[in-house]
């Protein structure tokens, strides 16, 4: 009897001991409710468990936000519905001497950092005289709401039928010399502006054309800027000529029945860079080239309208999806709906060292190389931020070896992005240690 009673208090104290390690819903609430740094602003947020396919805490889960970059979470979701292993690179018939091509949008052509180059060489090798038949996209080279005072941004550059060389004119010093990509300067008018003053080298492209202006201050030898150039047909047709000596020029010719189809790189090493890189161009060129997929016009909206009644018609809150990068302030997404887009990539995927390989790792890669760091990562998501407001949402590792989904949405502060990240990765960290 005595041995009984003992053996019933060392299980009192052993499970008094284990709920003591366990981070509850009430404390989370708690956390999040009582802090200062997250009760200046409007924050949502909402946990997931995935063994168990249920909500585990919710704060203002179903409240809308501006989602900045985690936009990218539903344009990549869409990639994995509308590829099939490679993207599209563009698309043909031969003619006699001549073959005539549609471009598919393609990111990766001629872009310095994808080194293969399937589109290029096809287009090389095949001996052909090459026109390109131009007039797959109407929209603008613009989304619906960007701001017009990033024109000028390495992270904005321009939405285009057929992009090249990632729509950057990238400059680098290399042995006391400024280098360019595209290689030849020629196409861009470069000049010194005396007048201009920042204070260090920078180089300013015009508004309106593809002028770009030097400061006159010494260049230093870290000199790295890309700037976006303008798309314009004049100054397509001049990089295509400069690369393809067959090319002839552009036409105007609708895309037959019989068109066949050349493909570019694996997607996967284009989701990578969209998702660890946070890359626009790519996610907005992306939108464009899932339209060959479901035969549609080369236009967002509609490769947007098509996911959403196909795939997302159970989003638990109706969103306000207007671009694939998040660059637009017109995007309106709930965290549950951030929460419910990370289950269904999580699915599709099945595969998480494929799907964790693919995202930004916690103290590792990508945007969140500088936080939570810890022997092995745990954190594995995409973050997004604009002025004021900072999101993350994603899959949380916990001591225990569960997988939680998480999405942590900030907007509309005053105080720096620093002390919200740093408030964020308090509660996550937290979680991670005593979620069980």
Avoid at 93 to 101: G, N, P, Q, R
């Amino acid at each position: 009897m005595k041995f009984c009673f003992v053996f019933f208090n060392l299980a009192l104290v052993i499970l008094s001991n284990l709920n003591a390690q366990r981070i509850r819903p009430a404390k989370i609430k708690k956390l999040i409710e009582k802090s200062e740094v997250l009760n200046q602003h409007f924050s949502g947020f909402m946990l997931y468990d995935l063994e168990k396919r249920k909500p585990v805490f919710e704060h203002l889960s179903h409240k809308y936000f501006t989602p900045a970059s985690n936009t990218k979470l539903f344009t990549f979701y869409s990639g994995l519905k509308l590829l099939a292993d490679s993207l599209p690179g563009l698309q043909y018939i031969i003619k006699a001497d001549s073959l005539i091509f549609w471009s598919a949008a393609d990111p990766v052509f001629l872009h310095p950092d994808f080194k293969e180059q399937r589109v290029k060489e096809f287009l090389s090798d095949s001996g052909k005289n090459l026109y390109w038949a131009k007039g797959r996209y109407l929209g603008d080279f613009y989304g619906v709401g960007w701001s017009y005072d990033d024109y000028n941004e390495y992270y904005q550059p321009e939405i285009s039928e057929m992009p090249v060389y990632g729509n950057t004119l990238r400059i680098k010093k290399i042995d006391g010399l400024l280098m360019f990509s595209p290689p030849d300067t020629n196409i861009f008018n470069l000049v010194t502006d005396t007048l201009l003053k920042t204070g260090n080298f920078k180089i300013k492209r015009n508004i309106e054309n593809n002028t770009f202006y030097r400061t006159s201050e010494l260049i230093p030898d870290s000199v790295t800027q890309e700037v976006p150039f303008k798309t314009d047909q004049i100054t397509l047709e001049l990089l295509l000529k400069n690369v393809f000596p067959k090319f002839k020029g552009i036409i105007k010719e609708e895309i037959p029945a019989n068109v066949q189809t050349i493909y570019s790189v694996a997607k996967d090493s284009v989701f990578k860079r969209l998702l660890t890189q946070s890359d626009n161009f790519i996610a907005e060129q992306l939108l464009l080239n899932y339209s060959i997929a479901i035969n549609k016009t080369m236009e967002s909206k509609n490769v947007i309208d098509y996911v959403l009644e196909t795939y997302l018609s159970n989003l638990p809150d109706k969103p306000q999806w207007v671009d694939g990068s998040g660059l637009s302030r017109q995007n309106l997404f709930t965290p549950a709906d951030m929460v419910y887009i990370s289950e269904m990539i999580y699915d599709e995927v099945a595969n998480e060292e494929r799907l964790f390989n693919l995202l930004p790792n916690g103290g590792k890669t990508g945007t969140l190389r500088s936080i939570f760091k810890d022997k092995s990562p745990f954190i594995f998501a995409k973050s997004g931020s604009l002025s004021n407001n900072y999101n993350l949402t994603g899959y949380l590792k916990t001591k225990a070896g569960k997988t939680l989904i998480f999405s942590f949405m900030n907007n509309n502060f005053l105080s720096t992005t620093a002390k919200v990240k740093k408030e964020m990765e308090k509660i996550l960290t937290l979680i991670h240690e005593k979620y069980r």
